[in-house]
């Protein structure tokens, strides 16, 4: 068993295929198909069951798949410990941000960053705070930067950043000459939400359901951006990050409005895996991100 099979053994199991694996390697589909089968004449078992053409992983190939993922990381990790080493502030990030953050905080977090560190590669990808749990949990990515709960035990989370969200409305709205309203009159309203496993709608949820309020989902949006567009034409309230209307709110195009005794705040933090490799440039970025916030 080398690492060559061991790749494209994980290539396969998270294209689903064969082909998908040989377009993704630049392989022939007969190559790859070998190798699979190389593989499981040595180890005596068989990988995938195959299913009206549908590979399906057996259980031997589920515990081959989770250690080859953690090998193909550690082999990751010893390559960029070497450049660290030989190069000291030369290295790569990859970096994933859940949507407000991804939006209104990361640009100006990485511009920084690399005015400092002029010859680092800097991935990152923004998708809702499950989608960058569950990458930190595959080794995807090395550094998360959510604004939603996280739940896994294998992942560490340090606060960075203080956070607060406003419920908004359009000025043409009948709440928008109010100063505030009384938490139960939201039921009456259509509130404008994100999908599920947004950090922003975790909040939202927990908090209702800390003051056991009723409320009436009329839109749910993807982007924090379209949310805001909608309550712009009095489509709807909604309950959005301060970054990303604090400008819209100072130019009278929304209204923010005081629920009574209710606060929506939250911390964005910093998620990594407990068992990631710390490199210098590692910690650098960690101790940076904790002076932005202070």
């Known amino acids: 068993m080398n690492l060559r099979k061991l790749k494209i ?16 390697l630049y392989m022939t589909q007969p190559a790859i198909s070998q190798a699979i089968l190389e593989l499981e004449d040595e180890l ?42 030989s190069h000291m502030n030369m290295g790569r990030l990859r970096i994933g941000a859940s949507t407000t953050i991804g939006t209104y ?29 569950k990458k930190i949990l595959d080794y995807e990515i090395d ?19 203080d956070d607060e969200l406003y419920l908004i409305c359009s000025k043409d709205h009948h709440w928008a000459s109010r100063k505030s309203v009384k938490p139960e009159e939201i039921k009456d309203e259509n509130l404008i939400i994100r999908e599920p496993g947004s950090g922003t709608r975790e909040v939202i949820e927990n908090t209702m359901a800390k003051y056991n309020l009723s409320y009436h989902i009329k839109h749910v949006l993807n982007n924090t951006e379209a949310i805001i567009k ?13 970054i990303a209307v604090k400008e819209k709110i100072k130019s009278g195009n929304l209204i923010k409005i005081n629920l ?8 964005f933090n910093i998620i990594y895996h407990k068992d990631k490799y710390r490199p210098t440039l590692f910690n650098e970025f960690i101790e940076y991100l904790n002076s932005f916030g202070n």
Not at 9 to 24: D, Q, R, Y
Not at 148 to 157: A, D, L, N, T
């Open 9 to 24: 053994f994980l290539t396969v199991c998270e294209c689903g295929s064969m082909s998908g694996a040989a377009k993704k």
């Open 44 to 85: 005596k078992v068989n990988l995938f069951d195959r299913i009206k053409k549908k590979l399906v992983l057996t259980y031997p190939g589920e515990i081959l798949y989770e250690y080859s993922k953690r090998i193909l990381m550690l082999i990751d990790e010893a390559q960029n410990t070497i450049k660290d080493i």
């Open 105 to 133: 905080l990361l640009p100006e977090l990485i511009g920084e960053f690399k005015k400092k560190y002029k010859n680092i590669e800097i991935h990152f990808l923004i998708d809702n705070t499950g989608v960058i749990e």
């Open 143 to 161: 550094i998360g930067l959510v604004e939603g709960p996280i739940h896994s035990k294998e992942i560490i989370v340090k606060p960075f950043f």
């Open 230 to 242: 909608a309550v712009e034409a009095n489509i709807g309230i909604s309950i959005v990050p301060k």
């Open 260 to 267: 009574e005794n209710i606060c929506f705040k939250r911390k």
